[in-house]
Protein backbone atom coordinates (compact mmCIF):
# COMPACT_ATOMS: atom_id res chain seq x y z
CA UNK A 1 0.00 0.00 0.00
CA UNK A 2 1.39 3.32 -0.51
CA UNK A 3 0.19 6.85 0.27
CA UNK A 4 1.06 10.04 2.87
CA UNK A 5 0.61 11.84 5.49
CA UNK A 6 -1.25 9.06 7.42
CA UNK A 7 -2.68 6.70 5.60
CA UNK A 8 -2.05 2.67 5.95
CA UNK A 9 1.67 1.25 4.56
CA UNK A 10 2.18 -2.43 4.95
CA UNK A 11 5.62 -4.03 5.28
CA UNK A 12 5.93 -7.48 4.91
CA UNK A 13 9.18 -9.08 6.84
CA UNK A 14 10.38 -12.92 6.89
CA UNK A 15 12.84 -13.60 9.49
CA UNK A 16 16.15 -14.65 8.82
CA UNK A 17 14.97 -18.44 8.75
CA UNK A 18 12.43 -17.63 6.10
CA UNK A 19 10.04 -19.58 8.18
CA UNK A 20 8.22 -16.32 10.39
CA UNK A 21 6.51 -13.55 8.33
CA UNK A 22 5.98 -10.35 10.15
CA UNK A 23 3.65 -7.88 9.15
CA UNK A 24 4.22 -3.97 10.23
CA UNK A 25 1.55 -1.34 9.64
CA UNK A 26 2.08 2.14 10.20
CA UNK A 27 -1.10 4.39 10.45
CA UNK A 28 -1.79 7.95 11.43
CA UNK A 29 -0.07 8.84 14.84
CA UNK A 30 1.37 4.95 14.92
CA UNK A 31 2.65 1.80 13.87
CA UNK A 32 1.90 -1.66 14.98
CA UNK A 33 3.78 -5.09 13.98
CA UNK A 34 2.18 -8.03 13.58
CA UNK A 35 3.38 -11.25 14.13
CA UNK A 36 4.76 -11.44 17.63
CA UNK A 37 5.28 -14.50 19.74
CA UNK A 38 3.08 -13.20 22.68
CA UNK A 39 0.02 -11.00 22.52
CA UNK A 40 1.74 -8.80 25.53
CA UNK A 41 4.84 -8.39 23.78
CA UNK A 42 2.48 -6.94 20.57
CA UNK A 43 0.95 -4.60 23.43
CA UNK A 44 4.33 -3.27 24.77
CA UNK A 45 5.57 -2.36 20.89
CA UNK A 46 1.94 -0.40 20.27
CA UNK A 47 1.89 1.35 23.19
CA UNK A 48 5.98 2.31 22.96
CA UNK A 49 5.00 3.26 19.15
CA UNK A 50 2.79 6.13 18.77
CA UNK A 51 4.20 9.62 17.70
CA UNK A 52 3.50 13.03 18.27
CA UNK A 53 2.41 14.17 15.17
CA UNK A 54 3.30 17.98 15.78
CA UNK A 55 6.51 17.61 16.35
CA UNK A 56 7.38 14.20 14.53
CA UNK A 57 4.78 14.14 11.50
CA UNK A 58 3.51 10.71 10.09
CA UNK A 59 4.74 7.64 9.94
CA UNK A 60 5.77 7.11 6.55
CA UNK A 61 8.06 3.67 4.86
CA UNK A 62 9.71 1.47 7.25
CA UNK A 63 12.29 -1.28 7.07
CA UNK A 64 13.70 -3.77 9.18
CA UNK A 65 17.09 -5.13 10.29
CA UNK A 66 18.33 -8.72 10.95
CA UNK A 67 17.85 -8.12 14.65
CA UNK A 68 13.76 -7.39 13.65
CA UNK A 69 14.09 -3.26 14.76
CA UNK A 70 11.72 -0.97 13.18
CA UNK A 71 13.35 1.68 11.14
CA UNK A 72 10.76 4.14 10.30
CA UNK A 73 10.65 7.06 8.03
CA UNK A 74 8.58 10.15 9.42
CA UNK A 75 6.88 12.14 6.81
CA UNK A 76 7.16 15.88 8.04
CA UNK A 77 8.99 14.79 10.93
CA UNK A 78 12.52 15.13 9.06
CA UNK A 79 14.33 11.80 10.36
CA UNK A 80 13.88 8.09 10.66
CA UNK A 81 13.87 6.48 14.08
CA UNK A 82 14.77 3.44 15.07
CA UNK A 83 12.53 1.29 17.47
CA UNK A 84 13.33 -2.15 19.16
CA UNK A 85 10.58 -5.30 18.18
CA UNK A 86 9.35 -3.64 21.48
CA UNK A 87 8.80 -0.43 19.87
CA UNK A 88 11.21 1.32 22.28
CA UNK A 89 12.47 4.30 20.57
CA UNK A 90 16.32 3.54 20.74
CA UNK A 91 17.95 5.17 18.04
CA UNK A 92 17.29 8.61 15.46
CA UNK A 93 18.75 9.79 12.09
CA UNK A 94 17.78 13.38 11.49
CA UNK A 95 18.16 14.61 8.36
CA UNK A 96 18.02 18.41 6.42
CA UNK A 97 14.62 17.78 4.58
CA UNK A 98 11.02 17.06 6.79
CA UNK A 99 9.42 14.48 3.83
CA UNK A 100 11.09 11.31 4.39
CA UNK A 101 9.51 8.80 2.56
CA UNK A 102 11.20 5.35 3.87
CA UNK A 103 13.97 3.42 3.85
CA UNK A 104 15.93 0.47 2.82
CA UNK A 105 19.37 -1.44 3.84
CA UNK A 106 21.75 -1.66 0.63
CA UNK A 107 25.30 -1.85 -0.19
CA UNK A 108 27.71 -5.74 -0.19
CA UNK A 109 26.55 -6.14 3.78
CA UNK A 110 23.66 -4.43 3.61
CA UNK A 111 24.88 -2.31 6.41
CA UNK A 112 23.51 1.09 4.47
CA UNK A 113 20.50 2.63 5.21
CA UNK A 114 19.46 4.30 2.14
CA UNK A 115 17.05 6.89 2.70
CA UNK A 116 14.64 9.11 0.34
CA UNK A 117 12.86 11.67 0.97
CA UNK A 118 10.27 14.33 -1.45
CA UNK A 119 10.17 17.64 -2.37
CA UNK A 120 6.43 18.11 -2.49
CA UNK A 121 4.61 21.75 -2.09
CA UNK A 122 8.09 22.93 -0.76
CA UNK A 123 10.46 25.72 -1.01
CA UNK A 124 13.95 24.50 -2.58
CA UNK A 125 15.89 27.55 -1.34
CA UNK A 126 14.58 26.55 2.18
CA UNK A 127 15.18 22.80 1.86
CA UNK A 128 17.78 22.09 -1.11
CA UNK A 129 18.59 18.49 -0.70
CA UNK A 130 14.47 17.76 -0.33
CA UNK A 131 13.80 14.55 -2.77
CA UNK A 132 17.21 13.59 -2.09
CA UNK A 133 18.71 10.13 -1.67
CA UNK A 134 20.50 10.07 1.31
CA UNK A 135 23.17 7.13 2.61
CA UNK A 136 23.71 6.40 6.28
CA UNK A 137 26.01 3.90 7.63
CA UNK A 138 24.38 1.72 10.59
CA UNK A 139 26.28 -0.64 12.95
CA UNK A 140 23.38 -3.27 11.47
CA UNK A 141 22.26 -5.02 8.84
CA UNK A 142 18.98 -4.92 6.55
CA UNK A 143 17.48 -8.58 6.39
CA UNK A 144 17.44 -9.87 2.74
CA UNK A 145 14.56 -10.09 1.26
CA UNK A 146 13.48 -13.63 -0.67
CA UNK A 147 13.66 -13.60 -4.25
CA UNK A 148 10.41 -13.31 -6.19
CA UNK A 149 9.22 -16.16 -8.14
CA UNK A 150 7.53 -14.87 -10.29
Same mark, same amino acid.
Given at each position: ????????? @???? &??? +? +???????????? *?????? $??? &??? &???????????? @? @? @? *? =? !????? %??? #???? /???? /?? *?????? =?????????????????????? =????????? &???????????? #???????? $?? %? !??????????? =???
Amino acid at each position: MAGIGGQVH @ERVN &YQK +N +NKKKSRTKTRKG *GWQALG $FKS &YQQ &YLIAKKNAQLDQ @E @E @E *G =F !PDGLT %VDI #ENRV /WLAH /WG *GARITC =FSPYGKRIGRIDLPVPQVTSCA =FGGPDLSTL &YITTAARNLDMN #EYPMAGAL $FR %V !PTKTAGAASPS =FDG
